[in-house]
């Protein structure tokens, strides 16, 4: 079996401030772990994927999510945010890697202020 | 030239009324995923498919079904629309179902029953 769980359905930053959104997975085996983001009235597009090659993975538009074993964790952060990053974002686990067995948080809102 | 396309974007109708979703994708890929996105924003998959398979996750009610007339294109159909089927569902399609494909979505269509 597999789950995410994403603490905090709202994040509220400041522009030029560190984005972190936070996000634990559950899963019976070494899973492969995603970011996607939906910016309004789009569609969820990828940001970033884990597949155990590194730790550490950079997405589009200064994202990157680090992956703790330890901690069951892979929170997406990015050093300075931007108006344009005010979206929706989705942290998701598939023990296969394969879409078809996506399992999805329940997301983030994030919003820039000026 | 839009990567997935959904129809309709929104879509109000009464209980126990038959109704469509249209996806198509101009990718060239050869696999369509539907997910339905609840009231809590949790994404699932319901199905997905390709010239070789249809799969079905075991939850959904047999009055979704989803027709392919071609290679780009993946409709999904519910008879019979209950309450509870109000929520977003989302088209998505990959080349293929391994682990280095990405998935693509759809804007998504916003279902109310009424």
């Known amino acids: 079996a597999q789950s995410v769980t994403q603490l905090g359905s709202h994040v509220s930053v400041s522009e030029g401030a560190l984005v972190l959104l936070r996000c634990n997975y559950s899963s019976s085996v070494p899973p492969y772990l995603f970011w996607y983001v939906q910016y309004p009235n789009q569609g969820l597009q990828l940001l970033l994927k884990y597949t155990s090659a590194a730790t550490l993975v950079k997405g589009i538009n200064g994202f990157e999510a680090e992956f703790k074993k330890s901690e069951t964790s892979f929170h997406l952060t990015k050093p300075s945010a931007h108006m344009s990053d005010a979206a929706e974002y989705f942290c998701?686990?598939?023990?296969?890697?394969?879409?078809?067995?996506?399992?999805f948080g329940s997301g983030t809102q994030l919003t820039v202020l000026p | 030239d839009t990567a997935v396309s959904q129809t309709p974007k929104y879509l109000v109708t009464q209980m126990g009324n038959d109704k469509s979703i249209k996806c198509e994708q101009n990718?060239?890929?050869?696999?369509m995923y539907w997910y339905k996105q609840d009231s809590k924003k949790f994404l699932k998959i319901m199905f997905s498919y390709n010239n070789k398979e249809l799969i079905i996750n075991e939850t959904v009610p047999n009055r979704f079904s989803p027709k392919s007339p071609d290679k780009a294109h993946l409709n999904l159909h519910i008879n019979s629309l209950e309450l509870g089927d109000s929520a977003v569902y989302f088209c998505a399609s990959s080349l293929g179902q391994a682990s280095n494909t990405e998935a693509f979505f759809g804007q998504g269509t916003r279902l109310t029953v009424v």
């Open positions: 990718l060239g890929h050869d696999t």
């Open positions: 998701a686990v598939s023990l296969s890697g394969s879409a078809r067995q996506l399992t």
